[in-house]
Structure formats: structure tokens, C-alpha cells
């Protein structure tokens, strides 16, 4: 699958990215320049980690306007997969591509750890390498990852199953907004969410930091295998 | 014509900064402030004279990009002009 990584200034996840979907999942891979107008032929755009135009205004609402962008929501809307992690998902949510706002974390502190989420649904592009239920454990790195909307937004959130990821307790229990298990205040514990057609997802934790054992860690080499449609016996032969 | 424009969060949505503010506020001794809220202020300077045409073009301004409508409010202030009923 032809891949593209898009590079804003400040992005800092952008060649941890290309690294896994190009070196440890063997994709053509390439970066994208957010003043480009043309996503190249790729079929997954990812909107890497990282503080674009250095989180001026709010994090994601700079890059958000940036011209590539037009290009991402056009594909986006012909069914593309879109990938955003963390600044990346900031800027789905400034999109409009997905549907809630971010706010500072509830204890003001830029959260660095791990944490673990648990898979709501596996029927996605993006999560077909879990299962539904399953914890994983995977890096967050945010200051402003406080996942907010209106009761309403949020119910019609989970009746429509777009909660991808949650934030829970190691054993899968859900965290909720001040719990523990939930590093920045997020309403019901939500770490990624999918829009109405589940090919565009956005995430906090850092999947791409979690994808070779050297690292530590591969929980979140599925859903990069997933997404190029390589989740069964070539991310066994990867890992 | 000058424009302030303030941007803060919504009144139902909780204001980590601001309950910060509010704690250390009755920390040095000022009782009684019930709430905080921190938003951002923009002064803007426009080259448009008719004080609609701006506070339309402003209006536009916070809905694209000042402000995020999902968790915050905004009020815009036109230098000269008498505040909206």
C-alpha cells in the first residue's frame, strides 16, 4: 500500500512513522510537505505526533488551514484512510474530520508514560490486528489530550460505536475522567475515536513508538499492519 | 477600527487553567471567587470603517479560527461602538 506521512513544521513523530510503515512493515512510504496541494497517489495519509506551527492558537488549528489539507479531506471524504496520532488527531479534531475538541489535561502537567487502552472494536481497517476487548499497552505524550464534547455528542459517540479507543485499568476496567487509568481528564475515557465511516481514526497514544520489540514493545504494530491490510501472517513474520 | 476579541471556555465545560487560577487566587489570601475562566484576547486591527461589515468579518473570524465552538465562547468588543444589548 502506498503511504504518506505528512510533515508540518514541528511535526516530531513523522520519521518514527515512515520507519515502521516503510523499514518494519516493508510499504512504499512516503513524506508529504503540508504546503503541497497533492497527496501524491498515496491510500493512507498519516497526520504524525508532534507540536505544529508550535501548538500556536490551539494544538492541531494552525496545521489544520495548511493547504495539503484540503487534499486530506477530499480523500478522506472519498472513503481514504486517514490515520491521525496525537497532534495529528488534534488536527482531525480542527478538521471538523472527527467530532470533539481537545482540552488542556485535567492535571495541567504534559503527560508522558504509558498507558494502557482497550480495543472497543475490531471491525475497522485500523483495528483488525486486535480484537474487541483487547488491552494494550502503548507511550501518550500530551499536554493537551482531554477529550471533550457535549453529553449529547458523547452518547450519540457510543451509540454510533465510534469510540475506538478507551483508556483503562491494566485488567481492561474503564477509567473514567479522574481515574488513574486516564492520564489527562478525557470524558469517558476516550483515547481515539473513528468518524461515521470508520476509515478516519484519531488517536493519543503513540502507536509508533510501541511497534518493535527493540523498542520495548509491539501492541501497536497491528493497527499500522492493519491499515495497509497486512494484519495476518505478514505481521507475525514483521514481529 | 479596532476589535478586542476574547475567547474562553464554555461555561459547562471544566476549565483545568482556570480552577488552577481560582485555587491560587484563595492561596494568597482572595476569598470568595467563586469562578475562572482563561481564555485569549485578540486585538485586531481592520480596514473596514462600517462597524456591521467588521463585526460580520469578525464574527466569521472566531467561527473558522479565533475560536473552537465545540468548548469555547467568544465576544467581540468594536472600539467605538456602544455595547450590544
Same mark, same amino acid.
Given at each position: 500500500? @502506498?503511504?504518506?506521512?505528512?510533515?508540518?513544521?514541528?511535526?516530531?513523530?513523522?520519521?518514527?512513522?515512515?520507519?515502521?510503515?516503510?523499514?518494519?512493515?516493508?510499504?512504499?512510504?512516503?513524506?508529504?510537505?503540508?504546503?503541497?496541494? =497533492?497527496?501524491?497517489?498515496?491510500?493512507?495519509?498519516?497526520?504524525?505526533?508532534? #507540536?505544529?506551527?508550535?501548538?500556536?492558537?490551539?494544538?492541531? /488549528?494552525?496545521?489544520?488551514? =495548511?493547504?495539503?489539507? &484540503?487534499?486530506?479531506?477530499?480523500?478522506?471524504?472519498?472513503?481514504?484512510?486517514?490515520?491521525?496520532?496525537?497532534?495529528? #488527531?488534534?488536527?482531525?479534531?480542527?478538521?471538523?474530520?472527527?467530532?470533539?475538541?481537545?482540552? @488542556?489535561?485535567?492535571?495541567?502537567?504534559?503527560?508522558?508514560?504509558?498507558? #494502557?487502552?482497550?480495543?472497543?472494536?475490531?471491525?475497522?481497517?485500523?483495528?483488525?490486528?486486535?480484537?474487541?476487548?483487547?488491552?494494550?499497552?502503548?507511550?501518550? &505524550?500530551?499536554?493537551?489530550? +482531554?477529550?471533550?464534547?457535549?453529553?449529547?455528542?458523547?452518547?450519540?459517540?457510543?451509540? =454510533?460505536?465510534?469510540?475506538? #479507543?478507551?483508556?483503562? /485499568?491494566?485488567?481492561?476496567?474503564?477509567?473514567?475522567?479522574?481515574?488513574?487509568?486516564?492520564? +489527562?481528564? =478525557?470524558? @469517558?475515557?476516550?483515547?481515539?475515536?473513528?468518524?461515521?465511516?470508520?476509515?478516519?481514526?484519531?488517536?493519543?497514544?503513540?502507536?509508533?513508538?510501541? /511497534?518493535?520489540?527493540?523498542?520495548?514493545?509491539?501492541?501497536?504494530?497491528?493497527?499500522?499492519?492493519?491499515?495497509?491490510?497486512?494484519?495476518?501472517?505478514?505481521?507475525?513474520? &514483521?514481529? | 477600527?479596532?476589535?478586542?476579541?476574547?475567547?474562553?471556555?464554555?461555561? $459547562?465545560?471544566?476549565?483545568?487553567?482556570?480552577?488552577?487560577?481560582?485555587?491560587?487566587?484563595?492561596?494568597?489570601?482572595?476569598?470568595?471567587?467563586?469562578?475562572?475562566?482563561?481564555?485569549?484576547?485578540?486585538?485586531?486591527?481592520?480596514?473596514?470603517?462600517?462597524?456591521?461589515?467588521?463585526?460580520?468579518?469578525?464574527?466569521?473570524?472566531?467561527?473558522?479560527?479565533?475560536?473552537?465552538?465545540?468548548? $469555547?465562547?467568544? $465576544?467581540?468588543?468594536?472600539?467605538?461602538? $456602544?455595547?450590544?444589548?
Amino acid at each position: 500500500m @502506498r503511504c504518506g506521512v505528512v510533515m508540518f513544521p514541528g511535526s516530531n513523530c513523522d520519521h518514527d512513522v515512515y520507519h515502521v510503515l516503510k523499514h518494519v512493515l516493508g510499504q512504499e512510504t512516503r513524506f508529504l510537505w503540508h504546503q503541497d496541494t =497533492s497527496l501524491r497517489g498515496v491510500d493512507l495519509v498519516v497526520l504524525p505526533g508532534g #507540536f505544529s506551527y508550535g501548538d500556536y492558537l490551539r494544538g492541531g /488549528s494552525m496545521a489544520a488551514l =495548511s493547504p495539503l489539507m &484540503a487534499a486530506v479531506r477530499e480523500h478522506a471524504e472519498d472513503g481514504g484512510l486517514v490515520l491521525g496520532i496525537c497532534n495529528g #488527531f488534534q488536527i482531525l479534531l480542527e478538521m471538523g474530520l472527527l467530532p470533539g475538541a481537545m482540552r @488542556r489535561n485535567r492535571g495541567l502537567r504534559f503527560v508522558c508514560k504509558d498507558v #494502557f487502552v482497550r480495543v472497543e472494536r475490531d471491525d475497522l481497517p485500523f483495528t483488525r490486528g486486535y480484537r474487541t476487548g483487547q488491552v494494550l499497552r502503548m507511550p501518550v &505524550a500530551h499536554a493537551e489530550g +482531554n477529550y471533550e464534547d457535549s453529553e449529547e455528542h458523547l452518547d450519540g459517540l457510543e451509540d =454510533s460505536r465510534r469510540v475506538v #479507543f478507551r483508556y483503562v /485499568s491494566p485488567d481492561g476496567e474503564p477509567a473514567a475522567a479522574d481515574d488513574p487509568g486516564n492520564p +489527562n481528564g =478525557s470524558a @469517558r475515557g476516550i483515547a481515539g475515536v473513528t468518524n461515521e465511516h470508520g476509515n478516519v481514526l484519531g488517536m493519543m497514544p503513540h502507536p509508533e513508538r510501541v /511497534s518493535e520489540v527493540v523498542l520495548g514493545g509491539t501492541d501497536g504494530l497491528a493497527l499500522f499492519a492493519g491499515a495497509v491490510g497486512v494484519a495476518g501472517e505478514l505481521l507475525e513474520a &514483521a514481529r | 477600527m479596532r476589535a478586542t476579541v476574547t475567547v474562553y471556555p464554555r461555561k $459547562e465545560i471544566l476549565d483545568p487553567q482556570g480552577k488552577a487560577i481560582r485555587d491560587a487566587l484563595g492561596r494568597i489570601g482572595f476569598d470568595g471567587v467563586d469562578d475562572v475562566r482563561a481564555g485569549k484576547s485578540f486585538a485586531i486591527d481592520l480596514a473596514v470603517d462600517d462597524a456591521a461589515a467588521a463585526r460580520e468579518q469578525l464574527d466569521a473570524m472566531c467561527k473558522k479560527l479565533l475560536a473552537n465552538p465545540v468548548v $469555547e465562547d467568544y $465576544e467581540i468588543d468594536l472600539d467605538g461602538e $456602544e455595547a450590544a444589548p
